[in-house]
């Protein structure tokens, strides 16, 4: 079985500040990689994935994740935050063997204060 | 297209009762999968299915049932509600098991136990 571990669970940050958002997994198996967002009373969207190949992606708003396979981790960061990036994060993976099943962290909640 | 509609959006029930929630798709997805999601504790996946007729349990199935008998719908039933299944639930649809295909989520239902 796989685990996802965010290792914060609010992030708060001032406007224009950059932002990282740190997730670690485990799994004895190799994963696909994501990061969905969820802003306040909808549901999740995905934000950018890691599949193959290059270990930096990148979203069209900004955000850039680096998968590290010998750390295990997946960070998501942001070099500048605006106030509509106050949302909460998700990082998930899923096994590449296990159709469409994903294991979610726990979420951090990133607050952007003006 | 409409995606990933449920309802009710928010429901309150008393314990024992049993109700059912709505998941529809427009996309003509084969997958569609329940998850419940808890502070800090992210989404857990209750139910799937990965195609009409076919479905199977995930992490957290106990007091759950579900059935597909159309690829557009996917309903959700509590048996007997449990203040333990107080929680948000999320149903979501994904084209198939390729590895670039995107979980849509819906907007959630926000349930309630008393």
């Known amino acids: 079985a796989q685990s996802v571990t965010q290792l914060d669970s609010q992030v708060p940050v001032f406007e224009e500040a950059p932002v990282e958002l740190r997730c670690n997994y485990s799994s004895s198996v190799s994963v696909y990689l994501f990061w969905y967002v969820q802003y306040p009373n909808q549901g999740l969207q995905l934000l950018l994935k890691?599949?193959?190949?290059?270990?930096l992606v990148e979203s069209i708003n900004g955000f850039e994740a680096e998968f590290n396979k010998s750390q295990t981790s997946f960070h998501l960061r942001k070099p500048s935050v605006h106030i509509s990036d106050t949302a909460e994060y998700f990082c998930?993976?899923?096994?590449?063997?296990?159709?469409?099943?994903?294991?979610f962290g726990g979420g951090t909640r990133v607050l952007v204060k003006p | 297209n409409a995606g990933v509609t449920q309802t009710p959006k928010f429901q309150v029930l008393k314990t024992g009762q049993s109700m059912t929630l709505q998941c529809a798709q427009d996309?003509?997805?084969?997958?569609m999968s329940w998850y419940r999601q808890d502070p800090g504790m992210g989404l857990r996946l209750i139910h799937y299915s990965v195609g009409a007729g076919i479905t199977d349990q995930g992490e957290v199935p106990n007091g759950y049932n579900v059935s597909r008998s159309t690829t557009e719908d996917f309903p959700l039933r509590l048996l007997s509600a449990a203040p333990s299944q107080t929680s948000v639930y999320f149903c979501a649809s994904t084209r198939g098991s390729g590895t670039g295909d995107e979980q849509f989520f819906g907007p959630g239902t926000r349930l309630t136990v008393l």
């Open positions: 890691y599949l193959s190949g290059s270990t």
């Open positions: 998930a993976v899923r096994r590449k063997a296990a159709g469409n099943k994903l294991t």
């Open positions: 996309m003509n997805h084969e997958y």
